[in-house]
């Protein structure tokens, strides 16, 4: 909201049946009797000075999602509870706040609350923050009650809409005199179904712990992440580094118990002037096989570190091993070196990933033979080191140019036909005469592809030489028809 708006009274409308109503309200509105549900003449009636705007839901809830991304600085198990809220689940997390500076001797939920809606308020946001043992209590003590009183014990005097419940529902509890969440307490579970059906006694449970209430965060949550606030911000190479080697430590030891290797690890840095809508500088670290050496892994990403700017300083390091693969123990060799089931080495793994990582994943292949007879599909590219069956070796005594046009190049030539090989060719509008020649050899496609690669069922390839000593690979498309002028393709050089 403007600044110049938040002094004065300001509602968001929306139009439902044909009416202009109340969906969103200031403070200043909200003083002056105006709720959402009001018409806009209701509203005007109560503040005729009221300030209005259209309502827009869609870039609302993408704002919600960018403040759920956000919260993953507490935790990563985030999720939007439209339309206005975001529920984190922090068990496990809140303890990293233990020593977080906040007034007074907080302890670490205290001050993780205190945190995140400091932060939103500081932001321009209007944030209250519950911490409840189910994520139901929360919803209602952070909208009816005290969000400082997590026990569930206080559920009993709120309203009956802190369970979530449809207002045509609240409505005939409150006229069988039902008014509070403790009301229902004495009441048989068989009659309230009866009458109100099941979705009253679920959100009951839910509320009180009695039916789980799983949260589904927006983004995947690794299996295997770690976590380092710092007391006071960092900013010197050194220190981002030697805070990296921890985290890398700490990871590794877990993914030792799980008897797994990392494949690829992200590493978010926030900052202290990171913005609720700004995302986390990330760096992302691929292996070529599972992998949980520190040391191996902190020499990897030195480079990449140089990215990170820290600006007035780093508060928070998270690393997460987005991938992993199964990994047990490796024999070492009497030289301490380990050598796995494929003969590969620490050593030469290690230089494959430096090399992808400045050259990029796919600079660094090898080429394996793939079951073809066409040029172009006999060869396949892998992973360096990724484990393949044995392949079937390419046949021998069928010579093949070491370089191919991708895709064959048109050329015009003249030839004997049906089945002679070319006199000469233009190529790139220069003309080679050709001084030797071998051929044809016929190639067609797998039945699985009628019309080949090129839409070209049959080939005739020769082996030509120029007068200059220079060699090409040809081919004739297609069979020969009469009154058909054939075509003619370069396809590669020989050596």
């Given at each position: 909201m403007p600044p110049e708006l938040r002094a004065r009274p300001f509602a968001l409308l929306r139009t439902e049946r044909q009416r202009r109503m109340v969906v969103a309200v200031n403070r200043a509105a909200a003083s002056a009797g105006i709720a959402p549900g009001h018409t806009l003449?209701?509203?005007r009636a109560l503040e005729p000075a009221l300030e209005v705007a259209e309502a827009t839901p869609e870039a609302d809830s993408v704002l919600l999602d960018r403040i759920v991304d956000w919260a993953r600085r507490y935790s990563p198990w985030t999720a939007a509870d439209e339309p206005d809220g975001v529920v984190i689940d922090i068990t496990g997390c809140a303890h990293l706040f233990a020593n977080h500076p906040c007034e007074g001797l907080c302890e670490g939920e205290t001050a993780l609350a205190a945190d995140l809606t400091g932060r939103l308020r500081a932001a321009g946001f209007s944030a209250r923050a519950a911490i409840a043992d189910t994520p139901a209590a929360a919803w209602g003590l952070v909208r009816f009650g005290s969000p400082e009183d997590r026990r569930l014990e206080r559920l009993d005097g709120l309203p009956l809409a802190a369970l979530r419940l449809p207002v045509e529902m609240v409505?005939?509890?409150?006229?069988l005199g039902l008014r509070r969440i403790g009301d229902l307490h004495a009441m048989p579970r068989a009659g309230l179904a009866a009458r109100f059906g099941g979705r009253l006694l679920q959100r009951y449970d839910q509320a009180f712990g009695r039916l789980d209430e799983p949260i589904s965060p927006r983004r995947p949550v690794p299996e295997h992440r770690e976590r380092l606030t710092f007391a006071e911000p960092i900013a010197t190479p050194e220190s981002i580094a030697g805070a990296l080697r921890h985290l890398l430590g700490r990871l590794c030891k877990g993914l030792e118990a799980a008897g797994q290797g990392v494949r690829r690890l992200r590493l978010d840095a926030h900052r202290t002037d990171q913005r609720v809508d700004d995302e986390p500088q990330s760096l992302t670290l691929g292996?070529?096989?599972?992998?949980?050496?520190?040391?191996?892994?902190?020499?990897?990403?030195?480079?990449?570190?140089?990215?990170?700017d820290p600006g007035p300083g780093l508060e928070t390091l998270v690393l997460s091993a987005t991938e992993t693969g199964p990994l047990t123990a490796i024999q070492t060799g009497i030289d301490g070196e380990g050598i796995d089931g494929q003969g590969i080495d620490d050593r030469?793994?290690?230089l494959v990933d430096r090399l992808a990582l400045r050259l990029g994943e796919r600079a660094v292949l090898r080429l394996v033979p793939r079951e073809s007879w066409l040029p172009?599909?006999?060869?396949?590219?892998?992973?360096?080191?990724?484990?393949?069956?044995?392949p079937k070796p390419w046949p021998a005594g069928r010579p093949r140019p070491l370089r191919l046009l991708t895709p064959p190049e048109p050329i015009e030539a003249t030839a004997p036909l049906p089945d002679d090989p070319p006199l000469q060719f233009v190529w790139r509008g220069l003309r080679h005469r050709v001084s030797r020649a071998e051929g044809p050899e016929r190639i067609e496609c797998e039945w699985w592809r009628p019309e080949g690669s090129l839409g070209l069922a049959v080939r005739d390839y020769y082996r030509v030489e120029d007068g200059a000593g220079r060699r090409f690979w040809l081919f004739r498309a297609g069979l020969y028809r009469p009154g058909e002028w054939p075509r003619w393709f370069l396809h590669g050089f020989l050596g």
């Open positions: 003449s209701d509203a409505e005939g509890l409150h006229a292996t070529s096989r599972p992998t949980r050496d520190p040391a191996a892994l902190a020499r990897l990403a030195a480079p990449l570190l140089e990215r990170i030469l793994a290690e172009e599909r006999c060869v396949a590219p892998l992973a360096p080191v990724e484990a393949l069956p044995l």
